[in-house]
T-cell receptor
Protein backbone atom coordinates (compact mmCIF):
# COMPACT_ATOMS: atom_id res chain seq x y z
CA UNK A 1 0.00 0.00 0.00
CA UNK A 2 1.27 3.42 -1.00
CA UNK A 3 2.58 5.65 1.81
CA UNK A 4 0.96 9.05 2.21
CA UNK A 5 3.11 12.14 1.93
CA UNK A 6 2.29 15.62 3.15
CA UNK A 7 2.26 18.35 2.16
CA UNK A 8 1.75 17.78 -1.57
CA UNK A 9 3.64 20.94 -2.37
CA UNK A 10 5.54 23.63 -0.51
CA UNK A 11 7.13 26.89 -1.60
CA UNK A 12 10.00 28.35 0.35
CA UNK A 13 12.30 31.30 0.21
CA UNK A 14 15.98 30.54 0.31
CA UNK A 15 17.08 30.01 3.90
CA UNK A 16 13.71 28.84 5.21
CA UNK A 17 13.05 25.42 6.71
CA UNK A 18 10.63 22.69 5.64
CA UNK A 19 9.32 19.38 6.93
CA UNK A 20 7.96 16.63 4.72
CA UNK A 21 6.02 13.81 6.30
CA UNK A 22 5.48 10.23 5.22
CA UNK A 23 3.11 7.77 6.85
CA UNK A 24 2.13 4.20 6.20
CA UNK A 25 -0.65 1.93 7.40
CA UNK A 26 1.69 -1.06 7.45
CA UNK A 27 4.55 -2.12 9.67
CA UNK A 28 7.75 -0.84 8.14
CA UNK A 29 11.27 -2.16 8.01
CA UNK A 30 12.75 0.84 6.28
CA UNK A 31 12.06 4.28 4.91
CA UNK A 32 14.00 5.64 1.95
CA UNK A 33 14.08 9.29 0.90
CA UNK A 34 14.81 10.46 -2.65
CA UNK A 35 14.84 13.77 -4.48
CA UNK A 36 13.97 13.98 -8.15
CA UNK A 37 14.45 16.86 -10.53
CA UNK A 38 12.01 16.98 -13.43
CA UNK A 39 12.81 14.36 -16.04
CA UNK A 40 15.78 13.00 -14.13
CA UNK A 41 16.41 9.92 -12.04
CA UNK A 42 15.52 9.98 -8.35
CA UNK A 43 18.61 10.60 -6.29
CA UNK A 44 19.10 8.79 -3.01
CA UNK A 45 19.18 11.00 0.08
CA UNK A 46 19.08 8.63 3.02
CA UNK A 47 17.65 5.42 4.39
CA UNK A 48 16.29 4.80 7.86
CA UNK A 49 15.89 1.34 9.29
CA UNK A 50 13.58 -0.04 11.94
CA UNK A 51 14.83 1.17 15.29
CA UNK A 52 13.67 4.77 15.34
CA UNK A 53 17.02 6.25 14.37
CA UNK A 54 17.50 9.71 13.05
CA UNK A 55 19.91 10.43 10.26
CA UNK A 56 21.25 13.47 8.60
CA UNK A 57 23.91 15.04 6.53
CA UNK A 58 24.57 18.69 5.98
CA UNK A 59 21.24 20.49 6.40
CA UNK A 60 18.97 17.55 5.54
CA UNK A 61 17.96 15.07 8.18
CA UNK A 62 15.20 12.55 8.78
CA UNK A 63 13.54 10.62 11.54
CA UNK A 64 11.67 7.33 11.63
CA UNK A 65 9.06 6.43 14.22
CA UNK A 66 8.42 2.74 13.63
CA UNK A 67 5.60 2.54 16.16
CA UNK A 68 3.66 5.21 14.36
CA UNK A 69 4.90 4.03 10.96
CA UNK A 70 5.91 7.57 10.15
CA UNK A 71 8.97 9.34 8.88
CA UNK A 72 9.79 13.00 8.49
CA UNK A 73 12.37 14.72 6.32
CA UNK A 74 13.77 17.98 7.66
CA UNK A 75 15.34 20.55 5.36
CA UNK A 76 16.94 23.48 7.12
CA UNK A 77 18.26 26.72 5.68
CA UNK A 78 17.02 25.66 2.27
CA UNK A 79 19.07 26.31 -0.84
CA UNK A 80 17.94 26.77 -4.42
CA UNK A 81 19.38 23.34 -5.21
CA UNK A 82 16.89 21.73 -2.85
CA UNK A 83 14.07 22.30 -5.32
CA UNK A 84 12.55 19.14 -6.67
CA UNK A 85 10.08 16.43 -5.85
CA UNK A 86 10.79 14.45 -2.70
CA UNK A 87 9.65 10.86 -2.49
CA UNK A 88 9.54 8.59 0.48
CA UNK A 89 9.73 4.88 -0.19
CA UNK A 90 8.64 2.36 2.40
CA UNK A 91 9.91 -1.16 2.77
CA UNK A 92 7.40 -3.34 4.51
CA UNK A 93 8.36 -5.69 7.29
CA UNK A 94 6.97 -8.85 5.71
CA UNK A 95 9.39 -11.11 7.47
CA UNK A 96 10.39 -12.87 4.28
CA UNK A 97 12.79 -12.36 1.45
CA UNK A 98 10.09 -11.07 -0.89
CA UNK A 99 10.33 -7.35 -0.78
CA UNK A 100 9.10 -4.26 -2.59
CA UNK A 101 9.79 -0.61 -2.04
CA UNK A 102 6.61 1.42 -2.42
CA UNK A 103 6.79 5.16 -3.02
CA UNK A 104 4.44 7.94 -2.05
CA UNK A 105 3.13 10.41 -4.62
CA UNK A 106 5.80 12.91 -3.79
CA UNK A 107 6.10 16.41 -2.36
CA UNK A 108 7.01 19.20 -4.76
CA UNK A 109 9.41 21.59 -3.07
CA UNK A 110 10.17 24.92 -4.70
CA UNK A 111 12.83 27.19 -3.27
CA UNK A 112 12.79 30.75 -4.53
CA UNK A 113 15.53 33.36 -4.17
CA UNK B 1 26.03 8.57 -12.31
CA UNK B 2 24.36 5.82 -10.28
CA UNK B 3 25.98 3.00 -12.23
CA UNK B 4 22.62 1.67 -13.43
CA UNK B 5 22.40 1.77 -17.23
CA UNK B 6 19.16 1.84 -19.16
CA UNK B 7 18.55 1.70 -22.89
CA UNK B 8 17.05 3.17 -24.91
CA UNK B 9 16.79 6.63 -23.35
CA UNK B 10 13.93 7.64 -25.62
CA UNK B 11 11.49 5.57 -27.62
CA UNK B 12 8.49 6.52 -29.74
CA UNK B 13 6.22 3.79 -30.98
CA UNK B 14 2.69 3.25 -32.20
CA UNK B 15 -0.25 1.76 -30.37
CA UNK B 16 -0.43 -1.99 -30.54
CA UNK B 17 3.32 -2.39 -30.86
CA UNK B 18 5.75 -4.15 -28.55
CA UNK B 19 8.95 -2.73 -27.06
CA UNK B 20 11.75 -3.98 -24.86
CA UNK B 21 13.53 -1.85 -22.31
CA UNK B 22 16.90 -2.97 -21.10
CA UNK B 23 18.68 -2.44 -17.80
CA UNK B 24 22.17 -3.24 -16.54
CA UNK B 25 22.42 -3.02 -12.75
CA UNK B 26 25.35 -1.64 -10.81
CA UNK B 27 28.31 -3.93 -10.66
CA UNK B 28 27.71 -6.50 -7.94
CA UNK B 29 24.02 -5.74 -7.43
CA UNK B 30 21.77 -8.77 -7.60
CA UNK B 31 18.39 -7.08 -7.28
CA UNK B 32 16.69 -5.24 -10.11
CA UNK B 33 13.49 -3.23 -9.79
CA UNK B 34 11.25 -1.70 -12.44
CA UNK B 35 9.15 1.40 -11.84
CA UNK B 36 6.75 3.34 -14.02
CA UNK B 37 6.34 7.09 -13.66
CA UNK B 38 3.55 8.75 -15.62
CA UNK B 39 3.11 12.50 -15.98
CA UNK B 40 2.49 14.04 -12.58
CA UNK B 41 2.38 10.60 -10.99
CA UNK B 42 4.62 9.07 -8.44
CA UNK B 43 6.82 6.05 -8.88
CA UNK B 44 4.68 2.97 -9.41
CA UNK B 45 6.42 -0.27 -8.51
CA UNK B 46 6.12 -2.89 -11.23
CA UNK B 47 8.32 -5.84 -10.37
CA UNK B 48 11.51 -6.95 -8.63
CA UNK B 49 14.01 -9.67 -9.50
CA UNK B 50 16.75 -11.06 -7.37
CA UNK B 51 19.51 -13.12 -8.95
CA UNK B 52 17.27 -14.21 -11.80
CA UNK B 53 14.15 -14.94 -9.79
CA UNK B 54 11.02 -12.87 -9.46
CA UNK B 55 10.73 -11.69 -5.85
CA UNK B 56 7.96 -9.11 -5.66
CA UNK B 57 5.23 -7.91 -7.94
CA UNK B 58 3.39 -4.61 -7.98
CA UNK B 59 0.71 -3.26 -10.25
CA UNK B 60 2.19 -4.69 -13.41
CA UNK B 61 -0.22 -5.20 -16.28
CA UNK B 62 -0.56 -8.60 -17.91
CA UNK B 63 0.65 -7.01 -21.17
CA UNK B 64 3.95 -6.31 -19.43
CA UNK B 65 6.55 -8.88 -18.53
CA UNK B 66 10.10 -8.85 -17.28
CA UNK B 67 13.01 -11.16 -16.72
CA UNK B 68 16.50 -11.09 -15.31
CA UNK B 69 19.19 -12.97 -17.15
CA UNK B 70 22.18 -14.95 -15.79
CA UNK B 71 24.46 -11.94 -16.36
CA UNK B 72 21.99 -10.01 -14.13
CA UNK B 73 20.81 -7.58 -16.76
CA UNK B 74 17.05 -7.25 -16.99
CA UNK B 75 14.51 -6.56 -19.67
CA UNK B 76 11.02 -5.16 -19.41
CA UNK B 77 8.75 -6.14 -22.28
CA UNK B 78 5.71 -4.02 -23.01
CA UNK B 79 3.23 -5.36 -25.57
CA UNK B 80 -0.03 -4.27 -27.16
CA UNK B 81 0.93 -0.75 -26.24
CA UNK B 82 -1.72 1.82 -25.46
CA UNK B 83 -1.53 5.60 -25.26
CA UNK B 84 -1.73 5.36 -21.47
CA UNK B 85 1.50 3.39 -21.36
CA UNK B 86 3.43 6.51 -22.24
CA UNK B 87 5.65 7.10 -19.26
CA UNK B 88 9.15 7.21 -17.90
CA UNK B 89 10.28 3.72 -16.96
CA UNK B 90 12.99 3.43 -14.36
CA UNK B 91 15.16 0.52 -13.53
CA UNK B 92 16.87 0.42 -10.17
CA UNK B 93 19.25 -1.96 -8.49
CA UNK B 94 20.35 -2.76 -4.99
CA UNK B 95 22.93 -4.82 -3.22
CA UNK B 96 23.58 -8.44 -2.74
CA UNK B 97 20.84 -9.25 -0.28
CA UNK B 98 18.02 -7.35 -1.93
CA UNK B 99 16.56 -6.61 1.46
CA UNK B 100 14.59 -3.55 2.47
CA UNK B 101 17.62 -2.05 4.17
CA UNK B 102 19.65 -1.83 1.01
CA UNK B 103 19.92 1.45 -0.83
CA UNK B 104 18.23 1.38 -4.22
CA UNK B 105 19.93 3.27 -7.04
CA UNK B 106 17.99 4.43 -10.07
CA UNK B 107 18.99 4.55 -13.69
CA UNK B 108 18.32 7.57 -15.88
CA UNK B 109 15.10 6.06 -17.17
CA UNK B 110 13.63 5.23 -20.55
CA UNK B 111 11.12 7.68 -21.96
CA UNK B 112 8.39 5.80 -23.80
CA UNK B 113 5.94 7.71 -25.95
CA UNK B 114 3.09 5.80 -27.55
CA UNK B 115 1.41 7.60 -30.44
Amino acid sequence: QQPVQSPQAVILREGEDAVINCSSSKALYSVHWYRQKHGEAPVFLMILLKGGEQKGHDKISASFNEKKQQSSLYLTASQLSYSGTYFCGTGEDSGGSNYKLTFGKGTLLTVNP
Amino acid sequence: DSGVTQTPKHLITATGQRVTLRCSPRSGDLSVYWYQQSLDQGLQFLIQYYNGEERAKGNILERFSAQQFPDLHSELNLSSLELGDSALYFCASSGRQGRPGNTIYFGEGSWLTVV
